[in-house]
């Protein structure tokens, strides 16, 4: 009998965010054999957080699969910092330094060891382990949505960096006078690209959204395939910055493909078209140009295979990570 019993050695995976907290059991072959979720009490104080995540976390104690748990792996809305296992989320203000890993293992309970990466580098891991990163070993993945997140494979192994950030592109400064950045600098990725701020673009330039609806990205989206000037002029302005983003990582590290997931990628050409011309105007050295951008394959789930990945790839976990 396998020592796991039927499923194999499982990982606990936690994806947290400001507007949720989801878990799940996930196997080797990356799927989600069980799952659990809570909204985030993202306006409450710090513990009231944590119940919500330790009720997650008793939801997928409760499956009798649960004995075939290895390790919890834990995707976070960051700043997050694997060295000390705190996090500070932007948008979950209770959590200021946050102790999530002591307490997530006392949670689970059983002696499990705990691994935190930011939610990009969870995103990465996923989509080098079961989605369009596959086969690649030089990689940035991105998570393009109400932030600009990221992170890296180079070597065909994930780099998360010292405390679980690296590869974080939203916030490279691509236009040195440009708008205040809410992280202190300016003109970075995340200030021109995400979301809301594509919305507020065009709403500065005049646009206004259709009837009935919000000036949201999903919005401006919809004005651009009508062939409005103003919102396809707000999603090549954002198509401009990460362009100018990827080809930066290009021509540091080297890598062969750009894949971006999150809200705003579901624009699929309006973003994906302007990308790749403006990228071949910014990534113009031999080694850095011909990078092949593409969209992510994993979706909603990506946090929560990535968080297994993650983990696999930090204990060396080979059934968690292998590609081949």
Not at 43 to 72: F, I, K, N
Not at 166 to 180: E, F, K, Q
Not at 225 to 230: H, K, M, N, Q, V
Request: with cysteine.
């Amino acid at each position: 009998m396998h020592p796991f019993g039927a499923t194999g050695p499982l990982v606990a995976a936690l994806d947290i965010g400001g507007t949720k907290i989801a878990g799940a059991l996930v196997d080797a072959d990356g799927q989600l054999v069980s799952r659990a979720r809570r909204p985030t009490p993202a306006g409450e104080d710090g513990e009231t957080v944590m119940r919500a995540v330790a009720e997650v976390v008793a939801e997928l104690r409760a499956d009798p699969r649960w004995p075939a748990a290895v390790a919890v792996g834990i995707g976070s809305a960051g700043p997050v910092d694997a060295a000390h296992g705190t996090v500070s989320p932007v948008n979950v203000p209770g959590w200021r330094d946050f102790p999530l890993v002591p307490r997530v293992a006392e949670a689970a309970g059983g002696g499990l060891p705990v691994v935190l990466t930011g939610d990009g580098v969870a995103m990465t891991a996923a989509e080098h382990w079961q989605g369009a990163a596959r086969g690649y070993d030089n990689a940035l993945c991105m998570v393009v949505s109400t932030g600009v997140g990221g992170g890296l494979v180079l070597g065909g192994t994930l780099l998360p960096g010292p405390t679980g950030n690296a590869g974080h592109i939203g916030h490279i400064s691509v236009d040195l006078d440009g708008d205040l950045c809410p992280c202190g600098s300016r003109g970075c990725v995340e200030r021109i690209a995400s979301g809301p701020n594509i919305a507020r673009r065009a709403v500065d330039s005049g646009w206004r959204p259709p009837a009935g609806t919000f000036p949201t990205a999903a919005a401006v989206a919809t004005s651009a395939r009508a062939g409005d000037p103003l919102a396809l002029a707000s999603f090549d302005r954002a198509a401009q910055a990460l362009a100018a983003g990827i080809a930066a990582t290009a021509t540091l590290v080297e890598i062969h493909v750009a894949v971006i997931g999150g809200g705003v990628a579901n624009a699929g050409p309006l973003l994906f078209d302007p990308l790749r011309e403006h990228l071949t105007r910014y990534a113009t050295l031999s080694f850095a140009a011909g990078v092949e951008v593409v969209p992510a394959k994993l979706g909603t789930d990506a946090g929560l295979v990535g968080a297994a990945a993650a983990a696999g790839h930090a204990l060396r976990l080979e059934s968690f990570t292998s590609v081949g």
